[in-house]
T-cell receptor, first 114, second 114 residues
Framework: KNQVEQSPQSLIILEGKNCTLQ??????????LRWYKQDTGRGPVSLTI?????NTKSNGRYTATLDADTKQSSLHITASQLSDSASYIC?????????????FGAGTRLAVHP | NAGVTQTPKFQVLKTGQSMTLQCAQD?????MSWYRQDPGMGLRLIHY???????DQGEVPNGYNVSRSTTEDFPLRLLSAAPSQTSVYFC?????????????FGQGTRLTVV
């Protein structure tokens, strides 16, 4: 069964600190992995995409990693800001073409406190 | 740019009532889909469409109907609302080409069935 598991479920950090969110997946066939940010009351918005051949990708203060062998991904947030408070969702795309199914993790709820 | 627009944003229904959640996109995307988001769970696919006139069931289709008469619109109908359908509903759209497809989400409809 295709599954995406995220940890921790929730996290509280102080403004300016760094944090790392984890994503483990069992999805076949693997197409790509995206991290989405979902602000309260809004729809998810893509932060970054990781394909099978990529190990690390950065988008400003966000850095995603992918280990396709262990089927793990992480999202590292550097120098956190209050606006980083949101849910972060790991989404794995399954399929080889056509309509790829998206498998969603339950998300990590991050709260950044001043 | 409007992107993906969902209406209404909030809705309260009585058990047994029917209603239609509206979704429209202005990006000329072929793919559109409906998800529900429940606490502690990842988004789950209800129905999806790969083009006008073509729809298919997702993971949790029971109690919902969809149609796709135009590229822009993809309404979701609840036939006879039940308390188990209390959830936040998201509509998403994406291009059909390539494997690195990004899903664009609407802002969601929070539905409560009493």
């Amino acid at each position: 069964k295709n599954q995406v598991e995220q940890s921790p479920q929730s996290l509280i950090i102080l403004e300016g600190k760094n944090c790392t969110l984890q994503c483990n997946y069992t999805v076949s066939p693997f197409s790509n992995l995206r991290w989405y940010k979902q602000d309260t009351g809004r729809g998810p918005v893509s932060l970054t995409i990781m394909t099978f051949s990529e190990n690390t990708k950065s988008n400003g203060r966000y850095t995603a990693t992918l280990d396709a062998d262990t089927k793990q991904s992480s999202l590292h947030i550097t120098a956190s800001q209050l606006s980083d408070s949101a849910s972060y969702i790991c989404v794995v795309s399954a399929g080889t073409g056509g309509y790829n199914k998206l498998i969603f993790g339950a998300g990590t709820r991050l709260a950044v406190h001043p | 740019n409007a992107g993906v627009t969902q209406t209404p944003k909030f809705q309260v229904l009585k058990t047994g009532q029917s209603m239609t959640l509206q979704c429209a996109q202005d990006m000329n995307h072929e793919y559109m889909s409906w998800y529900r988001q429940d606490p502690g769970m990842g988004l789950r696919l209800i129905h999806y469409s790969v083009g006008a006139g073509i729809t298919d069931q997702g993971e949790v289709p029971n109690g919902y109907n969809v149609s796709r008469s135009t590229t822009e619109d993809f309404p979701l109908r609840l036939l006879s609302a039940a308390p188990s359908q209390t959830s936040v509903y998201f509509c998403a759209s994406s291009y059909s080409a390539g494997t690195e497809i990004e899903a664009f989400f609407g802002q969601g409809t929070r539905l409560t069935v009493v």
